[in-house]
């Protein structure tokens, strides 16, 4: 094999230019840009979504057990709020700490004219219970 450029003679590599500064490169249509960049939650909302419908289907599912529950709380609370209130003679807030552990959400409220005290479970029930005498107190028929 024979070379020929003789030795110590090599060939100068070009040298290139230095760059120049230049416009800014040229806006690029809309149409011709890519997809846009999905914000932080696109890849979370899916998931969001699914834990939302399946909370609701259990909250269906469960809402008869919710109400019943709701409905013999407020009618125990208006028994035993009739009674010690008016049986026993005490406050209706003393009468409130004879409640049951749980029953936290039941409220009692007094109508004195018509001697009731209503209990009741925000949103899901409410039940009264009269004082009639010797007799004492008397849960109301629930419509």
Do not use: H
């Not at 090599?10 to 960049?37: C, F, M, Q």
């Not at 909250?59 to 208006?78: H, M, N, T, V």
Request: proline fraction near 12%.
């Amino acid at each position: 094999m024979t070379n020929t450029n003789p030795q110590g003679t090599a060939t100068p590599e070009p040298i290139e230019p230095a760059p120049t500064p230049s416009a800014p490169p040229p806006e690029v249509p809309k149409r011709l840009r890519g997809k846009p960049r999905q914000s932080r939650w696109g890849g979370c909302l899916p998931w969001v979504l699914i834990l939302a419908v399946l909370i609701a289907v259990f909250a269906i599912w469960k809402f008869p057990s919710f109400k019943a529950q709701a409905e013999l709380g407020s009618a125990y609370a208006a028994r035993v709020g009739c009674s010690c209130r008016y049986v026993q003679g005490r406050g209706l807030e003393s009468c409130q700490s004879d409640f049951e552990p749980g029953m936290e959400m039941v409220s009692l409220a007094e109508d004195p004219a018509t001697k009731t005290i209503t209990g009741s479970v925000p949103l899901l029930a409410s039940r009264s219970a009269r004082y009639a005498g010797a007799s004492g107190c008397l849960l109301n028929p629930a419509d």
